[in-house]
């Protein structure tokens, strides 16, 4: 087993993956929030750092900070298109690059949908096989019913052992009605959240021998991991601050992986640019 190649390849590509995801409108309750006008479209600006990398509830028992930006635009009509750049925060790990192009809508007044697709590159020399063509599909399915906003998401990877995810997230959103110091709207939203999955990804950045709870079905659908999260949000005019605490929880992990249950905490600034649409 080369577990360097490992740690470095979940490093560079596919925690990335997942930590890009959240900005493009994965949850239809925040980022509507945003367009009071229907005849604006909007450019996000977001970054964001976490102490600890996690990918599927797995750390691989290392604590490696990172860091991403990203720069999306969000049209009226529901398309949008994100680019990014991810870095952890070691020398070691080059910058990853990513482009995803998607779409979503409101189904009903109470549920709402989301498909989009997403290709990583690097730009540097690397030893790791397997991340110059870098994809994820990703279809989500939203349900308000009044006492929880659910989620039910499908994710595939896309390598030479391509991957499945199944992720069901719940949450519930809270706005103070007073503004804090007359100026911020204090809100946060809970959630709750499960993955199911294949666990191809073990094969990744040659890692030669995988040793797993079921290792001559690595294609199976596993329980993976469970996340409780508590992000806190502070909002002035188009500027936004979330400050967030998750609990992590893996689960099936083989004996070569280091994760155990973590508390993660991040930091992550948007701003919203609106964009007068022609003939508003």
């Not at 991340?131 to 896309?158: C, K, P, R």
Request: with cysteine; aromatic share 18%.
């Amino acid at each position: 087993m080369r577990g360097e190649s490992f740690y470095r390849f979940f490093a560079l590509v596919i925690v990335a993956i997942f930590l890009t995801l959240k900005v493009i409108g994965q949850e239809n309750d925040t980022l509507p929030s945003k367009q009071a006008e229907e005849t604006f479209d909007f450019i996000i600006l977001n970054s964001k750092v976490n102490d600890r990398f996690t990918f599927l509830g797995r750390d691989f028992g290392r604590r490696i900070p990172s860091a991403n930006i990203d720069v999306m635009y969000y049209a009226n009509t529901g398309w949008f298109l994100n680019a990014s750049v991810f870095k952890f925060l070691e020398q070691t790990v080059p910058l990853q690059y990513g482009i995803t192009a998607g779409y979503q809508t409101d189904l009903s007044f109470k549920t709402d949908m989301n498909l989009s697709y997403s290709q990583f590159f690097i730009f540097e020399d690397s030893n790791i096989t397997g991340i110059q063509n870098m994809g994820l599909l990703q279809g989500t399915f939203g349900l308000d019913w009044n006492y929880l906003y659910s989620t039910l998401q499908a994710q595939a990877l896309w390598n030479e052992k391509p991957d499945l995810f199944i992720v069901s997230k719940h949450s519930r959103y809270f706005e103070f009605d007073q503004k804090l110091f007359n100026v911020l709207t204090v809100s946060f939203e809970p959630s709750i959240s499960f993955t199911f999955g294949t666990n191809n990804f073990y094969y990744l950045g040659e890692f030669e021998e995988y040793q797993g709870v079921n290792p001559e079905t690595p294609e199976s659908v596993v329980f993976l991991a469970w996340n409780m999260e508590i992000p806190i949000n502070f909002e002035f005019k188009n500027w936004t601050v979330e400050l967030q605490g998750r609990l992590v929880v893996p689960g099936n992990t083989p004996d070569f992986d280091a994760s155990t249950t973590r508390m993660v905490f991040g930091c992550q600034f948007y701003y919203f640019i609106p964009l007068k649409r022609k003939g508003a």
